[in-house]
């Protein structure tokens, strides 16, 4: 299983880069009026301004000059129009950055098929994910959502930011991959950090439910915390491919270890990250393929082929391929 073997072919790189294109254009657009309209807006208010200071100083105390009541009043007017003005001036990239993701994070997925992409909604698949997976928490948040069919199987990506209370404990935040998995698992398998106090938590509560496995890979075993409540399914498969999946992901994705659970025919693959994964540069800033684009889509490719190679662990040798 290789990352390149998910990433899209010639033909759809060169769709993405000519939709971009034509995005860039209309983004440049939009920066050259702003360019122009910002200073020649301010600049009339600041003339206006002056302009109407200078007939104040006629009619002022001579000491009072550029200072009197009136022209107290005239500069604060002028404050409020200047900020209103500024505003108005850049609202054509103000517009356009509003729909800047919704625009191009769909041309960038334009290699996936039945593509669909939302923001900030609760992803369809979250209500499954076990939580055993993730640990307690009260404060959940959804940025990007991307789901579609990619290499034979459906998909649902998004980025998660889940917490117990106001900038209290991160319990996750991160990518969550979720995807149908080949053959479904008779019950709730998990993979999770050994050392998350979060997924700690539940190990009280389900104490009499959720049983702890060993997969047999010392390094593995050390990392991860595998619980199920079905241990005569579960246990060919953590001592075979999952770890196996666990092992090349590590290679592949070598940060916070990653989280695995199954729970029938759904599987979650879970990767802990700070960075936005969707970061895209300032409206300001031309978008470049190789710089701003191509290592996204190759981090996309990664985390399908991981979620291709976990939807299959619990299939038949004959029916793994």
């Known amino acids: 299983m290789e990352a390149t073997d998910f990433m899209p072919d010639e033909a759809d790189i060169a769709g993405i880069k000519s939709n971009l294109a034509a995005y860039e254009a209309e983004r440049a657009s939009a920066y050259r009026q702003v360019r122009w309209r910002v200073p020649l807006f301010i600049g009339l208010v600041l003339v206006f301004v002056a302009l109407v200071g200078w007939l104040f100083n006629r009619i002022a105390d001579p000491y009072e000059q550029w200072l009197s009541t009136p022209h107290v009043l005239l500069y604060v007017v002028g404050l409020l129009a200047a900020i209103l003005l500024y505003f108005q001036a850049i609202k054509p990239t103000s517009t356009l950055q509003q729909s800047f ?178 970061e895209l540069p300032d409206i300001s800033v031309p978008l470049d393929y190789a710089k701003h684009v191509a290592p996204m889509i190759s981090d996309i490719g990664a985390m399908l082929a991981t979620a291709a190679l976990v939807r299959k662990i619990g299939a038949k040798d004959e029916a793994a391929g």
Not at 212 to 241: H, I, K, M
Request: charged share 25%; net charge neutral.
């Open 101 to 278: 993701r919704k625009t191009l994070l769909p041309i960038i997925f334009g290699f996936v098929r039945d593509m669909r992409y939302q923001h900030e909604v609760t992803p369809n698949s979250f209500d499954r994910l076990p939580r055993e997976t993730i640990g307690t928490f009260n404060i959940k948040r959804f940025d990007d959502i991307v789901s579609g069919r990619y290499e034979g199987f459906p998909f649902e990506l998004y980025e998660a930011d889940l917490r117990q209370g106001t900038g209290g404990t991160i319990a996750f935040k991160g990518i969550v991959v979720a995807f149908g998995t080949k053959v479904p698992f008779p019950g709730i398998l998990v993979a999770a950090r050994r050392s998350d106090m979060a997924v700690g938590f539940f190990r009280g509560m389900f104490a009499s439910k959720m049983q702890e496995l060993s997969c047999g890979v010392p390094e593995l075993d050390a990392a991860y915390d595998f619980r199920t409540d079905n241990v005569e399914a579960a246990q060919p498969l953590v001592s075979g491919r999952l770890a196996q999946a666990l092992t090349w992901l590590k290679e592949t994705w070598p940060d916070d270890p990653a989280r695995v659970a199954l729970n029938g025919s759904d599987g979650f693959l879970l990767l802990p990250q700070t960075r936005n994964f969707f």
